[in-house]
């Protein structure tokens, strides 16, 4: 599987962003996304999870409200809408791919992992 995230760039604080993940190759039944990002100097944290269904999705405090996760299962494409961004959002962003149903912040339970995406958030 192989995982093409893009929509990073640079916007102003306030401003909005939409980051896609393409998932490719051979893809075997349900699966579950993820997002994460990392700052420099910083561990790679979880922003967002969505189950297959998309009837679950599960955020961290620090971006519950302002962001939200979304796929569409016939493109093979997840998404992440992120609105209201502040300077400490700044991040590379990463998309995650499971088998597990809802793997949410395990990230054990992610097998593929997306190049990754720059946002920065300028104030």
């Known amino acids: 599987v192989q995982l093409q995230a893009s929509g990073g760039g640079l916007v102003q604080a306030g401003g909005s962003l939409r980051l896609s993940c393409a998932a490719s190759?051979?893809?075997?039944?349900?699966?579950?996304m993820g997002w994460f990002r990392q700052a420099p100097g910083k561990e790679r944290e979880f922003v967002a999870g969505?189950?297959?269904?998309?009837?679950?999705?599960v955020y961290p405090d620090s971006v519950k409200g302002r962001f939200t996760i979304s796929r569409d299962n016939a493109k093979n494409t997840g998404y992440l809408q992120m609105n209201s961004l502040k300077p400490e959002d700044t991040a590379v962003y990463y998309c995650?791919?499971?088998?597990?149903?809802?793997?949410?912040?395990?990230?054990?339970?992610?097998?593929?992992w997306g190049q990754g995406t720059q946002v920065t958030v300028s104030s």
């Open positions: 969505i189950s297959w269904s998309g009837g679950s999705a």
């Open positions: 190759g051979r893809i075997f039944g349900s699966y579950s």
């Open positions: 995650a791919f499971s088998y597990w149903s809802n793997a949410a912040w395990d990230t054990s339970k992610y097998s593929y």
